[in-house]
């Protein structure tokens, strides 16, 4: 299967999911193949509001735009889901929630930074009271703009799923422990301020 | 029926029942500014909440470095009376900027306590008699610094300073 066009198609389909499931009951696919496709079409962000951009969130997964359409289902819970979406600018405060949802959640897992203000700042780029998140969480995916219209933020979850599905990262998640084509991110401030006595 | 207090009505009894802790009181449309010696501000809320000023809208502080004074000022208003109610009294008050102690007013209005917690945190005013005095927003090591003072410095960098080169 790898390779044909079918593996060119992001989008639900329930002709091919039948034969994707037909193909690995005969036992034509390897299992590390399914884990891939099936969390591309399982990644559920988490709800962790930080900033304004939080309002094209709310209408990416409105009728109009329909997210979910792609298999994306915002959810209260960190521990059940396996995605979050950085919704602006993290104040120094956030940033310790942001990490904790992070660290809360199972593997694999994956962020897309949201907005101006996640990639740098963007309006509050000299305040005294943000930080970076890619300073916090690993990044994925950035989505320019301020706001990102829905359809950036809906064409990021496309790409990352293309990107899950092409270098295989979930499975090579699972299978090894830990994810090896990025490094590992730790926070080299002190956001939770547990470091000091 | 109740006959409708005029301005002037309004700032002739703010005087009448404030006498002798005003220092000086200007208007300007709906704002009257009522500024008053800083010992005597509990004094002054309590008389204006009896008049009907029954809660306090927002709290801020002005810092003047080159006169070495911040100035606190209270905006209260009236939910329930409805002349009282088109007007705005800022309540002021000067402190000396190196030793920025002022009385709370949070046993007079109860909605000022987390808003003094507020003007604490940024301009670093110590408000005496605060049930639970902490920073609301900020960690305590930002408020230390009195972010919102006119000589703390914010850091002017590129906006393509320290992009992560890898990804
Ligand atoms: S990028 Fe713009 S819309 Fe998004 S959080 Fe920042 S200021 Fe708000």
Known sequence: MKGSSIDRVYVGNLNIAA???????????????????????????????????????????????????????????????????????????????????????????????MGACALDGGLFYNSYNIVRPWEVVPVDIYIPGCPPPPEALARAILELRKKIREKNIASKW????????RDYVSPKEDVCRWWRP | ??????????????????????????????????????????????????????????????????????????HASSYINEDLAKTIIGLTADIPRDNPVIDSLSQVWRSVEFQEREVYEFFGVIFREHPDLRP????????????????????????????PHKY
């Not at chain 2, 609301?136 to 906006?159: G, N, T, Y």
């Open chain 1, 19 to 113: 034969r994707r499931a037909r193909d690995l009951l005969l036992g034509k696919l390897k299992l590390g193949e399914i884990v891939d496709w099936a969390t591309t079409f399982s990644l559920w962000p988490v709800h962790l509001l930080t900033s304004c951009c939080g309002a094209e969130f709310a209408a990416t997964w409105s009728p109009r735009f329909d997210a979910e359409q792609y298999g994306a289902l915002p959810w209260v819970g960190p521990r059940q889901t396996n995605f979050i979406v950085i919704e602006g600018t993290v104040t120094r405060k956030m940033a310790c929630a942001l990490r904790i949802t992070y660290e809360q959640m199972p593997n694999p897992k994956f962020v897309i930074a």
């Open chain 2, 1 to 74: 029926m109740v006959e409708a207090l005029s301005l002037d009505n309004i700032i002739n009894s703010i005087k009448l029942n404030l006498e002798g802790l005003v220092k000086s009181i200007s208007i300007s449309k709906g704002y009257i500014e009522v500024v008053v010696d800083a010992s005597h501000i509990v004094e002054a809320a309590l008389k204006l909440k009896s008049m009907g000023y029954d809660h306090v809208k927002s709290i801020t502080a002005i810092d003047y470095p080159k006169e070495s004074k911040i100035r606190v000022v209270y």
């Open chain 2, 136 to 163: 609301l927003l900020v960690i305590p090591e930002l408020a230390e610094k009195k972010v919102l003072r006119k000589d703390f410095i914010v850091k002017e960098e590129s906006i393509y300073e320290g992009i």
């Open chain 1, 174 to 181: 699972l299978i090894e422990g830990w994810r090896n084509d």
